[in-house]
């Protein structure tokens, strides 16, 4: 039986979308579960969408979530597929190209830009579509209409001509898709597409994929929808090579959280979550937001983005890397798009949060802390971190919720101070702090003395975390001792006036 293998492509024209990481952990998880190989490959053909610094971010966002290639670009040990960027295979593609003509699969076009845009032009004009193939080839410029002399002639003359593929004639075209089904499509809708040009001496897309695809023994090609419009041609070539075929998958697009399309950036600006899995730094200087840095867990991204169009068929759905290759199988991807839920992928992160040990937390907390001057100690910290995380989507958050157990206030929040800081509620809260040795003491002393609970309790919050929110009072003061809860109510008394 052929050896599971499959690769995931990307171009680097700038940070990889999480729609892409979705495609690669797609691959990899279902390369894992066959015994097979997951292979990364380059396709850095077109040197005008180059983006520096985009391959690099590509093998580290693929390695922050765990998505190990076997072969490929930044793999050290066996490559036996080597080179795995296509800028760095240029020479292999020509001869491949030059088969097919002389097959006469392929055909050399020497029609200048001008004259294929007049071409179109005239089409509309006419109130039609501008299509290169069997209806038009025969009145343009190529290898089938004009004499072997002159194509001899332009082909050593001119630097601009293509190799375009002959689509056949009136011809229906059947393939198979593993997520699809079966689809049919006649090749009158079809172009005479480009396979490599002469200008730059590269393949396009096309002919590099296939011909990549078979020198490394694919054995599975999943990608986006968005390549389904090419799988005619890609047929037809395999066909015209008479190579055998991969079987293909075309994944489910990632779609808005609201209404319709392709989730973009611009939603992620717009609604305050980021779409790429590590900041990116463009080279003009424009800044993107990452997941990473927005402090989601690598195994919450990777969670979130499964569930992302596959569908496990059961209620579980927190999964580990391995539980993931275990269940996945294509058959269960389904075909229409999947819309992103930002406030899902905030639970995600949250249900792992809760999950790590108190101990990696504190580890990933003191960090935070010590950027806020704040120089702790870790067992402490453990302790506070133990009593707060249930309260937690992020690692930042716990700073947000629990900075007042390492720091007095600077402020009081002047709403709750209106409402609680009064004369009666300051002099009940001062003598149950005094009288006092602990929070459990001091609510019975208050019951004791019948004092309305809740006006005292907020007044000596006030005092103790600068507003009437936060931790029970017992859990603060465990934590600041009641020596330092006097000494903050002490200070309040000075600062805020009543």
Not at 15 to 25: C, E, F, K, Q, Y
Not at 364 to 381: Q, T
């Amino acid at each position: 039986m052929k050896r599971t293998r499959v690769r995931f492509a990307p171009s680097p024209t700038g940070p990889l979308h999480m729609g892409g990481v979705r495609t690669a952990l797609y691959n990899y998880l279902f390369a894992k579960k066959n015994g097979g190989d997951f292979i990364l490959r380059i396709e850095d053909t077109d040197s005008h969408r180059f983006v520096p610094g985009a391959e690099q971010y590509i093998i580290e966002s693929l390695r922050w979530c765990g998505i190990i290639p076997n072969e490929g670009v930044g793999v050290e040990g066996a490559n036996p597929h080597a080179p795995y960027r296509q800028s760095e295979r240029r020479g292999i593609y020509r001869k491949y190209a030059e088969q097919l003509i002389e097959n006469g699969y392929a055909y050399y076009a020497f029609d200048t830009a001008e004259e294929l845009e007049k071409a179109r032009s005239e089409a509309e004009a006419a109130g039609q579509t501008f299509i290169y193939n069997a209806a038009t080839r025969g009145s343009l410029r190529n290898s089938l209409t004009l004499s072997q002399e002159e194509v001899s002639q332009l082909l050593n003359s001119r630097s601009d001509w293509t190799i375009r593929f002959r689509m056949p004639e009136e011809r229906t075209v059947q393939m198979d898709d593993i997520i699809r089904g079966h689809i049919e499509v006649e090749t009158s809708t079809l172009d005479d597409k480009v396979l490599w040009k002469r200008a730059d001496e590269l393949p396009t897309y096309h002919l590099a994929n296939i011909v990549d695809d078979h020198l490394m023994e694919i054995s599975h090609v999943i990608r986006g929808e968005e390549w389904l419009p090419s799988l005619p041609l890609h047929y037809l070539l395999y066909e015209a090579f008479g190579w055998e075929r991969p079987l293909f998958a075309h994944l489910p697009l990632l779609l808005k959280p609201v209404g319709n399309g392709k989730l973009s950036k611009r939603d992620g600006d717009k609604m305050g979550f980021p779409v790429f899995p590590l900041k990116w730094v463009s080279p003009e200087g424009e800044v993107s937001r990452g997941y990473r840095e927005d402090g989601y867990f690598p195994d919450a991204f990777v969670n979130l983005l499964a569930l992302l169009g596959w569908n496990p068929g059961t209620e579980q759905e927190i999964f580990s890397m391995d539980e993931l290759i275990e269940a996945f199988s294509l058959e269960k991807v389904g075909k229409s798009g999947a819309k992103f839920n930002p406030d899902k992928a905030k639970w995600f992160n949250k249900e792992y949060l809760r999950m790590r040990s108190d101990e990696e937390l504190t580890g990933l907390f003191m960090p935070v802390l010590a950027e806020h001057g704040i120089n702790a100690e870790p067992n402490r910290v453990k302790e506070i971190v133990a009593l707060i995380k249930e309260r937690a989507t992020f690692v930042s958050d716990f700073w947000d919720i629990a900075w007042y157990l390492f720091k007095a206030p600077e402020e009081y929040v002047q709403k709750d101070a209106a409402k609680f800081w009064k004369s009666e509620n300051v002099q009940m809260a001062g003598e149950a702090l005094t009288a006092t040795s602990s929070a459990q003491e001091m609510e019975e002393y208050i019951r004791a003395k019948e004092w309305p609970m809740g006006k005292v309790m907020n007044c000596i919050r006030l005092a103790l975390t600068g507003s009437s929110n936060g931790l029970g009072i017992a859990d603060i003061m465990r934590f600041i001792g009641r020596e330092e809860a006097l000494a903050r109510f002490h200070r309040a008394e000075e600062r805020l006036i009543i």
